[in-house]
């Protein structure tokens, strides 16, 4: 069906240990849509992991102003680059150059995602309104793996940390041993990488969606992401993939 129109998504729902009033949660999040669909927003999604029962209870309660439905289930995957791909492994992959690269990139991606429900495809209108709004997104943001007359893949990616930042609070004593270990071989000899440490931010690139005409040129391009992101000073690169994919 039609799927133009305002999507506004929930982010976060937490609440402080010490707050005992029966209910606070269920409160904010019903103010949150009431006023998400005052200003006439079309859905409302949310994030949630499936082993996050309070959160899910939360929605599914029948006393929440729009209980939730469950749409889709995706897996998140967070790729740590522990060293830098050759670039004949690359294939040529690169950030776009020019407009005919650019559309052909977005075309590639629509197709690929033309039937799933939560996908909002990239036309030139769309794509210059995240140029607009998103610190930092630019054509840059879209690589390709070249080749023929047309892209053999294409991706989106997005550094979040203007927006917002996932931070370590802390860490258990053997993965604070194991952190430190790794930290400090990454110091000496460069090898792996630096992990971030408590209360630092988890810094990561988010591929907002991938497409590919086969499984070398995707793997191509991932690794062109991977050695980006150690390039850019990241921790990690993350991705999601629908589970009926």
Request: some cysteine; charged content about 25%; glycine content about 6%.
């Amino acid at each position: 069906g039609d799927r133009t129109g305002r999507i506004d998504h929930f982010t976060d729902l937490c609440r402080r240990r010490t707050a005992k009033v029966r209910g606070l949660l269920r409160a904010v999040l019903n103010a949150g849509v009431q006023s998400s669909v005052d200003d006439g927003a079309l859905a409302i999604t949310a994030l949630v992991n499936k082993g996050n029962e309070p959160s899910l209870g939360i929605l599914r309660n029948p006393d929440t102003l729009l209980p939730a439905v469950h749409a889709a289930t995706f897996d998140l995957t967070e790729v740590v680059p522990l060293g830098r791909f050759s670039p004949a492994s690359l294939h040529g992959a690169r950030a776009v150059r020019d407009d005919d690269e650019l559309s052909a990139a977005l075309s590639l991606i629509n197709r690929a995602h033309a039937t799933h429900q939560l996908f909002r495809p990239f036309d030139e209108t769309y794509f210059r309104r995240l140029e607009e709004h998103l610190p930092g997104f630019s054509r840059r943001n879209v690589w390709i793996v070249p080749g023929g007359e047309d892209v053999q893949a294409a991706a989106i990616w997005y550094d979040p940390s203007p927006l917002f930042n996932v931070r370590v609070t802390r860490f258990p004593p053997s993965t604070r041993a194991l952190a430190l270990a790794i930290r400090s071989i990454h110091a000496v000899t460069g090898a792996l990488y630096a992990p971030p440490r408590a209360g630092e931010a988890v810094k990561s690139l988010h591929v907002q969606a991938m497409a590919y005409r086969d499984a070398a040129a995707g793997q191509a391009l991932l690794r062109g992401v991977s050695n980006l992101t150690r390039e850019l000073g990241k921790h990690a690169y993350a991705f999601m993939v629908d589970e009926r994919e």
